[in-house]
Structure formats: structure tokens, C-alpha cells
């Protein structure tokens, strides 16, 4: 009886398999022909190919990349590649992959590198320079780095006074979200101050709202939306310098400018009035995870979200990113209307191998001509290259971000918590901030930080 | 009919439903409250992949703002998301599809045939030393497969087969072959050894006496091994993540762990690459499930 209805069963699932299965492959075969078809009558955003020509012929040779940066952010990379493939006759192979930071460690050490790594944190660019097996960044991506990007960004991609890896792109966190229909209807204007966006979260308190959303949960990495935060206002109410001293713990974690920075974070995020908007009250902020929290400002239920550049990516395509569309956003003021601190991230370009093709892939990523392409194609992405021309970009919040970083007042800081050894950087300012916002005061926490901290 | 009870628990709703039809003495057998309780788990365990099958047909902007269970009072239908997850050009779901078949296959096949070898020679042939190595093979269960990695990856450098398929096939491979052979081991030991001899004086050499009369009673367990192997391979994510090194040879686990996007914004394409993966192991399972409890009892009794 059951030897019977099962197997009549099997039958059924072995048909529904091998059908599926077909279909996957014939899907399969159809998709090589699609793209095979693409790439050719890609139309080749003519460049001049002559930078590449001193590294020798290079058709036929390969050039592998790994990358944490994976769909749907890959294909403008992908083609971005296509002109500098063109030229030079090289296939780029690119391999995204989330456990990029664990992985990379891994696969240097047992000698199976990839030819480039885009390493997003200058914390992790040193550990894998460590391993001895990256090579130093060719003279002539050195000059165009020299060239195209300041000297803070040359930094961040030097290492013991060797210049290893050049910037790539970057994304300003030193943003908030709104809505611009509220505040044309309420008739809020865009604060330029430090004061007035006081002022101006209360008067949405006044308006009965509650102004700010925040999230906090990323999975193991929850709190890093904190880090952020607090970063942002060390860097406005310390200033950069003091700002610099605290990344490189020349100054105490917990020293008195820290927790002035921290408390003015808790003015706004530890206030009931303030927060959660549309979530719940304060501790529900480190139950929500980060993608979510911003979205209520579509739901109306929220007016003030503070989040990287990146965060656009995270609205449905029916949503109009722009100064006249369903969200946008704004600069997070600085003190003053003159000083304009700007906390950015990014990734740098280390290379594994010396091969002329390696070189000259390098030097064609440090170029203002792929930052132009590059912007050209994607959305949601912005460099730091001052050959970029915001015009190129496509997509509102680019052509902010790109003006907010090459605006000459600016004051640009890379990310602390990235820069910081990884026991704190990426453990102990993380977890201890997410209990500081479930209740624990700033004083514990920033001496748990400060312990934290190898000797 | 003793190997049958056990099924009752596994397919639950359906058997329920034909309950009436089966044997009177079945029913003698059978517990109501047992039944309810094997429901009640049974509902409990399936109502997450249930969610995530109604969320895989949800439009985005449904699924990032409301649960699942919505979806009764408010039935919102697209393909969208498994149209994204097969696009040829972005995330590609179908190539990684056929690369875990081309892993998994060699990788389910190699340890059965070397482990039921190993496993005859373990059971019924007498050379020195042959209790130690046997340990041996035992107590390497032990070791977490997470400290070979590195070493494993440096070997396959030297030997130049890194980013090839054979590092997987060879890492699954051996990472199996210890249970492998001490569960076929079991098994075989089980057979009675008449029948082995009865085969002996017939003329029979090992190789006779293990594809004749060993191999069609060993396949239960080499079915239920296969099973296991299979689910595990399929399963898998670390071997692959540290081994494969290039998106040709990565199977569909890796491309399901990136799919949430590089800031984890895309998760709602999760639910659809989630069962596009499932379908084959679901399958495979319901296919072989008889065996699959069957060997299982059958290594496990003697041990």
C-alpha cells in the first residue's frame, strides 16, 4: 500500500525535478548567448588607450578581481571594465562575494590570492599587506592617485610609508534622509547648522511627530549605524584634528571630547520625543535593522533618517530619489555653516601580483576616465577622483554625494571604526554602543571601549 | 511491516488525511494523540518555508514592509523575484544551479565507492594492523573540518588544482570518508558470515564475493550514506566559499549568500533563490527517504 502510493509519488517529484532541472539549463545556455550577444554592441565610451600601451601586449591575458561589492552594485563595475578590455585585449574576471573580509585573509595566506582585492577597510588593507603577499601600487597609478586624490585618500592607501593601494569609489555617510513633500508642506527648511537641526526637530516634536528613525541591527555587525553616528558628531563638536587623534587612540576613547560626542548623539537618539519614528520608542532602535528603518519616512511616519549615501539603494524602484521627489537628502550640518566635516567610506584597489596587466588594470581604476564611466553607469556610487564630473551622474544623490566630497571646504574623514584595530573597530564599538542605546550610560560604555583597545 | 512505522511520522499531513484507507491493524498501532502531536510538529516545522514560499511571490516593497501572513488578507502575486534571481546578466541563479550539480554528483559518488571498498576490506579481510587503521579512520570524525582549511587550500595551490573543481570534489570527498566508511562498515559487519563463506566455497575472490552478494544487500545504506552526503554537499557553504575561489565553480549556496546584496538591501529576492534552491534536495529526500530511514537504522543498531 505505502510501497505503492510512494513510489507513484517519486515518480511525480523525479519528473517535476528533471524538468526543473532542464529548464535551469536551458536557461542556462540561453543566458551565455544573451550576454555574449551584450558585450559586443556595448558601445565603447571611446577612450585613449595610449596610458596602456607602455605595459607591452597584454591580449589574451587575465586579470581576477575579488571583491565584496556583489549583485546588483557588480554589473556597472562589470562594465565599467568593457573600454579598459577593448584597449588592451585583458579579460577582467570579477568575483563578489559577501565573506569577501574572511575569505581574502584565507586565500592570501595560503598563497591562492586574487590578482586585485577592492579591501573596503584600511584596518583589513594592513592585515593583508601583513601577509607579505601584496605588491606595492605601480609609479604610474602612484601618479595618478598623486594626481586625482588627496592626500588623506593617498594615506589611507599607504602602508608603512609605502604606497599600496588606490582609492576606488567612496560614499558619504554624513547624510540625512527626508522627505522633501513634508517639508514643503509643513514648511521646514533644510538646516545648515548644527542648531538648526535642533531647532528643527523640534519643532516636528512641536508638529506632534516623531522627528528620527534608526536601526541599528546588521546581523553580527549590529551597532555599526551607531559608530557612525558617533563619529559623525566627534567630528563636528571635537573638530578633525581631535577627531584624527581619537582614530589613532592618541587620545583616550573615553576622554572627555568622546563623551561629549556621544551624549550629543543621545540628545537625539536617546530622547523618547526624538525616536523611534513609526517603530516604537528609544530601544526598539536596536531591534530594527538598519534597511528597515529608513523607510518609514515613505510611510510618513518618520522626517529624519541618518545614513550613508548607499542607503538609496535601499528604496524600491518606484520611489523617486530627488530635491522634488519621495525622499532625498541633506548634508548633515556642521557646527557652523562654514566648517563642513564629512565622514566618508571606501574602498582601496590592492593588487596581489606585478604582472603588466595587473599594472595596467590599476592604473586604468585609478583614472579619472573610469571614474567617469563608472558614474556614467551605475547608481548609488560616487569617488572621491577629482577628475569626476558630477554631471555625469545620473542619479540625485550621486551628484550630492560627488559635490559634497570634491567641494573644496570640505573636510573629509575616513570612517574611525574601519580604521581601528579590529577588537575595537569591529567588536567592542559595536557591541558596547548597542548597549548604550538598550540603556547602559556613556561613561561605561566608552571605558568598555577603552579596554577594549590591544595595548 | 516494522520498517513502515517509522514513515507514519515523516510525510504527516497526507498520511493522515488517508488514514481511513490503511490497515486496520496499522490503526491498532497508532496512537491519536500521537498522530496529533506528529501534526502539530509537522505544521509547526513546515509554516517557515510555507512563509517563505507565499514571500517569494511577493512584489519588494510587500515584503520589506509587511509579513508574510499578510499576503491572505491582501493576495498580491508577481514573478518578479524569480525572474531577477534567472537573470542572465546580474545574479544568474542557473549557472550556479548546474555548478552544484557538477559538484555535488562526483562529490556523493567518490566517498561511496572508496568507503564501501574501504568498508569491505575493514569488515572481512585480515591484514596487519587493521584495528588501528580502523581507529584511525574513526578518530578523524573528530577533527573540525575549520582547521584544514588552510592547509588544505596551500596544498591544492602547490598541486596546482586550486579554483578547479577538484578542490571540491576532493575536500567533500574526503571529508566524508570517515563516517562513510565506519557507517557501510557497520553494515557490512552485519551480513552473516555464512553467507560470505557460502560464497567462498563456491570459488568467489573478494572482488566476486563484494559486487555479487555484498553490493545488491548494501544498497539501503549506501542509499541512506547518499542521501546523507548528498544533502550535505548540496548544503554546503564554507568548503566551497574557502575552495571554489571563482564564480564558474561556485555552486548555488555561495550565490544564495550574496544575494542579499553588498549592504544586505536585496533580501527580498532571498525567499526566491531560496527555493529555487530547495527543490533539489526536497526531491532527492522525498525520493530516497525510505532508505534513508531504513540504512540509517540499519548502521546504527549494531554500533
Given amino acids: 500500500m505505502f510501497g505503492q502510493r510512494g513510489s507513484s509519488r517519486s515518480r511525480v517529484a523525479l519528473a517535476g525535478a528533471l524538468s526543473v532541472g532542464l529548464a535551469f539549463s536551458l536557461t542556462a545556455c540561453g543566458g551565455d548567448d544573451d550576454s555574449g550577444g551584450g558585450s559586443t554592441d556595448t558601445e565603447a565610451s571611446a577612450i585613449d588607450c595610449a596610458p596602456y600601451k607602455a605595459f607591452g601586449e597584454l591580449t589574451g591575458k587575465t586579470v581576477t578581481i575579488y571583491t565584496s561589492i556583489v549583485t546588483p552594485e557588480d554589473t556597472p563595475h562589470k562594465d565599467s571594465y568593457k573600454p579598459f578590455e577593448q584597449c588592451t585585449g585583458v579579460t577582467v574576471k570579477y568575483e563578489g562575494d559577501k565573506a569577501f573580509e574572511t575569505q581574502v585573509l584565507v586565500r592570501a595566506k595560503a598563497g591562492n590570492p586574487p590578482d586585485v582585492a577592492y579591501v573596503p577597510q584600511p584596518g583589513l588593507l594592513q592585515q593583508l599587506v601583513a601577509t607579505g603577499k601584496a605588491v606595492a601600487a605601480p609609479q604610474e597609478t602612484e601618479a595618478n592617485v598623486d594626481r586625482f586624490f588627496g592626500k588623506d585618500w593617498k594615506a589611507y592607501g599607504t602602508v608603512d610609508g609605502k604606497f599600496y593601494a588606490a582609492p576606488l569609489g567612496s560614499n558619504v555617510k554624513s547624510l540625512v534622509w527626508y522627505s522633501p513633500q513634508e517639508f514643503k508642506d509643513s514648511g521646514y527648511t533644510v538646516p545648515t547648522t548644527l542648531d538648526e537641526l535642533k531647532t528643527l526637530t523640534d519643532k516636528m516634536v512641536a508638529d506632534k511627530k516623531k522627528p528620527w528613525c534608526a536601526g541599528i541591527s546588521s546581523g553580527e555587525a549590529t551597532g555599526w549605524p551607531l559608530t557612525d553616528w558617533m563619529e559623525d558628531f566627534m567630528l563636528r563638536t571635537a573638530g578633525p584634528e581631535t577627531y584624527d587623534k581619537w582614530v589613532k587612540h592618541e587620545v583616550p576613547f573615553n576622554g572627555p571630547e568622546a563623551t561629549a560626542a556621544l551624549d550629543a548623539v543621545g540628545g537625539y537618539l536617546k530622547n523618547d520625543q526624538y525616536v523611534n519614528g513609526g517603530l516604537g520608542d528609544v530601544k526598539s532602535i536596536a531591534s530594527t535593522t538598519f534597511q528597515d528603518a529608513g523607510l518609514k519616512i515613505l510611510e510618513g511616519s518618520c522626517s529624519l533618517h541618518r545614513q550613508a549615501s548607499f542607503y538609496a539603494a535601499n528604496f524600491d524602484k518606484d520611489t523617486k530619489i530627488a530635491e522634488d521627489g519621495d525622499v532625498y537628502a541633506f548634508y548633515l550640518p556642521g557646527k557652523d555653516a562654514t566648517t563642513k566635516p564629512v565622514l566618508v567610506a571606501g574602498e582601496f584597489v590592492l593588487a596581489f601580483a606585478d604582472r603588466p596587466e595587473v599594472k595596467a588594470f590599476q592604473t586604468y581604476l585609478s583614472s579619472d576616465v573610469w571614474a567617469n564611466t563608472k558614474a556614467k553607469l551605475s547608481s548609488g556610487w560616487v569617488s572621491a577622483n577629482k577628475g569626476l564630473d558630477p554631471n555625469n551622474m545620473k542619479n540625485p544623490i550621486d551628484k550630492l554625494s560627488a559635490t559634497i566630497l570634491l567641494d573644496p571646504n570640505a573636510t573629509v574623514r575616513f570612517d574611525g571604526s574601519d580604521m581601528m584595530p579590529a577588537a575595537v573597530g569591529s567588536n567592542a564599538f559595536w557591541k558596547q554602543t548597542t548597549n548604550w542605546i538598550t540603556g547602559q550610560d556613556t561613561k561605561t560604555t566608552l571605558d568598555n571601549i577603552e579596554k577594549a583597545w590591544p595595548q | ?303
Fill in chain 2, 1 to 303: 511491516m516494522t520498517t513502515a512505522t517509522p514513515l507514519t511520522t515523516t510525510p504527516p499531513i497526507a498520511v493522515d488525511k488517508k488514514e481511513s484507507t490503511a490497515s486496520k491493524a496499522k490503526k491498532k498501532l497508532t496512537s491519536p494523540w500521537a498522530s496529533l502531536a506528529a501534526i502539530v510538529i509537522a505544521v509547526l516545522w513546515t509554516l517557515p518555508t510555507f512563509g517563505l514560499l507565499i514571500s517569494s511571490f511577493r512584489p519588494e516593497r510587500a515584503i520589506k514592509t509587511t509579513g508574510w501572513w499578510t499576503w491572505f488578507s491582501d493576495p498580491t502575486f508577481t514573478l518578479e523575484n524569480y525572474q531577477s534571481v534567472f537573470d542572465p546578466d546580474a545574479i544568474n541563479l542557473a549557472d550556479f544551479f548546474l555548478n552544484s550539480v557538477v559538484i555535488t554528483l562526483p562529490a556523493v559518488i567518490i566517498p561511496l565507492c572508496l568507503a564501501s571498498l574501504a568498508a569491505y576490506a575493514f569488515a572481512w579481510m585480515k591484514f596487519p594492523g587493521k584495528n588501528v587503521l580502523f581507529i584511525a579512520i574513526f578518530a578523524l570524525q573528530i577533527v573540525p573540518i575549520q582547521v584544514t582549511l588552510i592547509p588544505l587550500l596551500t596544498l591544492y595551490v602547490d598541486l596546482g588544482i586550486a579554483n578547479t573543481f577538484w578542490t571540491l570534489w576532493l575536500s567533500h570527498s574526503a571529508f566524508a570518508l570517515p563516517l562513510a566508511i565506519y557507517i557501510l562498515h557497520n553494515f557490512i559487519k552485519e551480513v552473516p558470515s555464512s553467507l560470505i563463506e557460502a560464497a567462498r566455497m563456491d570459488g568467489a575472490g573478494h572482488v566476486a564475493i563484494f559486487f555479487r552478494v555484498l553490493l545488491p544487500l548494501l544498497t539501503p545504506a549506501l542509499a541512506a550514506f547518499g542521501i546523507f552526503q548528498f544533502l550535505w554537499v548540496w548544503n554546503d557553504l564554507l568548503v566551497s566559499l574557502t575552495f571554489a575561489g571563482s564564480p564558474e565553480i561556485s555552486p548555488i549556496t555561495v550565490q544564495l549568500s550574496n544575494l542579499s546584496g553588498t549592504r544586505g538591501t536585496a533580501w527580498h529576492l532571498l525567499s526566491a533563490g531560496a527555493f529555487v534552491s530547495i527543490i533539489v534536495p526536497v526531491t532527492v529526500f522525498l525520493l530516497l527517504q525510505r532508505y534513508f530511514v531504513r540504512g540509517l537504522l540499519a548502521g546504527s543498531v549494531k554500533g
